[in-house]
């Protein structure tokens, strides 16, 4: 029964397309925000992608628990099968283009900051993928727009007028047609019978 099962469910996966267990846990993209601005994505096989990688630490980083005021700010969310979030870079550019990261392995991580060295590569990267995206289109309906006019109703069947002598309305006259026809039955068979005289038996 074990045998059937797993072969079953081996079908069932060629059949649907399901990764093998070698393609299993690799990062395929990464998703670039900047906070209440703009958002852009890089798929792994994206040269940018492994060219971002490079431009950040390669482990969780400890430095300054705060990065220097002002500037503008980048989330980076890395994903395994464009599902799983495994990676989360903080990248903080200041006014005079010194470039701040941040990087944890937990969500939950409050993370330290270090200061990188490429910052005009990193900060050219983060740009060029955020002008790349294409924002999604927004499709409004005006106000006064005229409503489309409601179908119109389907004509009846014939012989479903109320005046119709189909159904139950077959049932009415014809209960009232056969009282008739049994008060005239029953009448003319009274007057049909023999009527008895009543004769005096005395002389």
């Known amino acids: ?3 059937i099962l797993a072969v079953a469910v081996l079908a069932l996966a060629a059949a649907v397309g399901l990764p093998a267990a070698s393609q299993a846990g690799g990062p395929t993209s990464v998703l670039i925000t900047q906070p209440g601005q703009s958002a852009g994505a890089l798929y792994y096989d994206d040269a940018a992608y492994d ?8 482990d969780e980083t400890r430095g ?3 990065a ?5 700010d980048y989330n980076l969310t890395w994903l395994v ?11 903080h ?5 010194t470039a701040w990261v941040s990087t944890t392995f937990s969500a939950e991580a409050t993370g330290e900051w270090v200061e990188v060295a490429e910052a005009d590569e990193l900060e050219a990267v983060l740009t060029q993928v955020l002008d ?8 409004s309906i005006p106000a006064d727009a005229t409503p489309a006019p409601a179908p119109a109703p389907a004509p009846a069947e014939p012989g479903t007028a109320w005046f119709s002598l189909t159904g139950w309305r077959w049932a009415v006259p014809g209960v009232l047609l056969g009282l008739v026809v049994g008060a005239v039955a029953a009448r003319r068979s ?9 004769i005096s038996s005395e002389a």
């Open 68 to 72: 220097p005021g002002g500037g503008v």
């Open 190 to 198: 009274r007057d049909e019978e023999p009527r008895q005289v009543l």
């Open 132 to 139: 790349d995206s294409v924002a999604p289109e927004v499709v």
């Open 1 to 3: 029964m074990r045998r």
């Open 93 to 97: 550019v200041t006014p005079d283009g």
């Open 51 to 58: 060219a971002l990688l490079g431009l950040l630490p390669a």
């Open 64 to 66: 300054e628990p705060l």
């Open 81 to 91: 099968h464009d599902v799983m979030p495994w990676r989360f870079d903080r990248v």
